[in-house]
């Protein structure tokens, strides 16, 4: 992409993170304010921050805000408000979908198309973005009585296990969202 001129590149991870926790340490005092930055999750110290009587909203948002400051960055999304709020667009929405509020971070930093972080800078690529590049991908159903056929239109994800479900004439699983896909099912 570079080559052609278009926007992109790679960006380093470690970088941001002690940029992070100099701006983390101005702010709040000396602490170890970060457990750890991984695939675009902050994940802040909670013991830190409930002995230093911090709000975790506050320094979440402030962290957020923090990320925006770098070109690649596109959105940042605080665990709070995906906890409580309800997203649409879709953008947002597969954020959103993908926040687990166990085992995702704190802040959730989502990067302009084409930037990746520096790990990949010698060849390869990863997958997780919400962009087309990432999420547009073929799903195929084959055998038994499913019917031939193909669609061009957008499925979701959430779709695939109610359509299994219904092929194998089980319920669906817990928590199933979606609907079968009558391209496959009917």
């Given at each position: 992409?570079?080559?052609?001129?278009?926007?992109?590149?790679?960006?380093?991870?470690?970088?941001?993170?002690?940029?992070?926790?100099?701006?983390?340490?101005?702010?709040?005092g000396?602490?170890?304010?970060?457990?750890n930055?991984?695939?675009?999750?902050?994940?802040?110290?909670?013991?830190?921050?409930?002995?230093?009587?911090?709000?975790?909203?506050?320094?979440?948002?402030?962290?957020?805000?923090?990320?925006?400051?770098?070109?690649?960055?596109?959105?940042?999304?605080?665990?709070?408000?995906?906890?409580?709020?309800?997203?649409?667009?879709?953008?947002?929405?597969?954020?959103?979908?993908?926040?687990?509020?166990?085992?995702?971070?704190d802040?959730?930093?989502?990067?302009?198309?084409?930037?990746?972080?520096?790990?990949?800078?010698?060849?390869?690529?990863?997958?997780?973005?919400?962009?087309?590049?990432?999420?547009?991908?073929?799903?195929?159903?084959?055998?038994?009585?499913?019917?031939?056929?193909?669609?061009?239109?957008?499925?979701?994800?959430?779709?695939?296990?109610?359509?299994?479900?219904?092929?194998?004439?089980?319920?669906?699983?817990?928590?199933?969202?979606?609907?079968?896909?009558?391209?496959v099912?009917?």
């Open positions: 992409l570079l080559e052609r001129n278009i926007p992109a590149g790679y960006f380093d991870g470690s970088i941001m993170k002690n940029e992070l926790l100099t701006h983390l340490n101005t702010k709040y000396e602490g170890d304010w970060i457990k930055y991984s695939n675009n999750h902050l994940f802040l110290n909670h013991n830190l921050i409930e002995e230093k009587n911090i709000s975790l909203e506050e320094i979440q948002r402030n962290c957020a805000q923090f990320f925006l400051k770098y070109e690649w960055v596109k959105n940042t999304y605080t665990a709070t408000q995906l906890h409580e709020n309800e997203y649409s667009n879709s953008f947002h929405s597969l954020v959103q979908r993908g926040f687990n509020q166990k085992r995702s971070g802040v959730i930093v989502s990067l302009q198309t084409g930037w990746l972080s520096s790990y990949w800078s010698s060849g390869g690529t990863t997958h997780g973005s919400s962009y087309s590049y990432d999420t547009h991908v073929p799903l195929i159903f084959w055998g038994g009585n499913i019917p031939q056929g193909q669609t061009d239109r957008k499925v979701n994800i959430r779709d695939i296990a109610p359509t299994i479900s219904t092929i194998l004439g089980t319920a669906y699983p817990n928590g199933c969202t979606g609907n079968p896909l009558p391209e099912t009917e």
